[in-house]
């Protein structure tokens, strides 16, 4: 039982550039989050997905696509990077529950800098 | 923007004492939860704490909520090194529906052996 994993760990792009983030949950969970850190900021959400074939906005979406074409996976992708898009991307996934009380589970995380 | 926010920013102890950390929100919120990050890793849930509770215990961790002065509080007693980490406070509000979280911008607790 692996979690939350994503791919790849490190990436370096040049400004311009694209690039897909891959995340694999196994544990069957309904709804999955990409995030972004940047120092000082906490975690800010950029999409989320509710369910197979289902995206919304989040917070901070500019610049960002996801698709989630299979339950397990829930695809971020940069179609133009830009140097302030250079942070740490987390993936998390959590069940669903009608009362919502439920904790998130995190990837360790991709980290992407845009040169 | 930001839900909540956490103080201190930083806080360094010695092994053995208490570590208390302070998270304030804004919105009316149906849970409240803690997370630990280790550097260069990702977030671990430590604790939830629903709206109608006022104090949760888990292992040497104590979290209390007070709605009405939207705060929360996490006590890690009798620390250990290996608590050195930063913690971050997020809450969710709206019901199940998607379960999002805000996250506050965290505290590095820092324990010296």
């Known amino acids: 039982n692996a979690g939350v994993t994503q791919t790849p760990k490190f990436r370096v792009l040049k400004t311009g550039q694209s690039m897909t983030l891959l995340c694999a949950q196994d544990?069957?969970?309904?709804?999955m989050y990409w995030y972004r850190q940047d120092p000082g900021m906490g975690l800010r959400l950029i999409h989320y997905s509710v369910g197979e074939g289902t995206t919304a906005k989040g917070e901070v979406p500019d610049g960002y696509n996801v698709s989630r074409l299979k339950k397990q996976n829930f695809l971020l992708g940069l179609e133009s990077a830009a140097p302030s898009q250079t942070s740490v991307y987390f993936c998390?996934?959590?069940?669903?529950?009608?009362?919502?009380?439920?904790?998130?589970?995190f990837g360790d995380g991709t980290r992407l800098s845009i040169l | 923007s930001q839900q909540g926010e956490e103080d201190p920013q930083a806080l360094s102890i010695q092994e053995g004492e208490n570590a208390t950390m302070n998270c304030s929100y804004k919105t009316s919120i149906n849970n409240l939860q803690w997370y630990r990050q280790n550097s260069g890793r990702g977030l671990v849930h430590l604790i939830l704490i629903r709206s109608n509770e006022r104090e949760k215990h888990s292992g040497r961790l104590r979290v209390t909520l007070d709605t009405s002065k939207k705060s929360s509080s996490l006590l890690i007693t009798a620390s250990r090194a290996a608590d050195t980490a930063s913690y971050f406070c997020a809450t969710s509000s709206g019901g199940g529906a998607t379960n999002k979280l805000i996250f506050g911008t965290g505290t590095l607790l820092a324990v010296q052996p």
């Open positions: 998390a996934s959590t069940k669903k529950v009608g009362s919502g009380n439920q904790p998130q589970h």
């Open positions: 544990m069957n969970h309904e709804y």
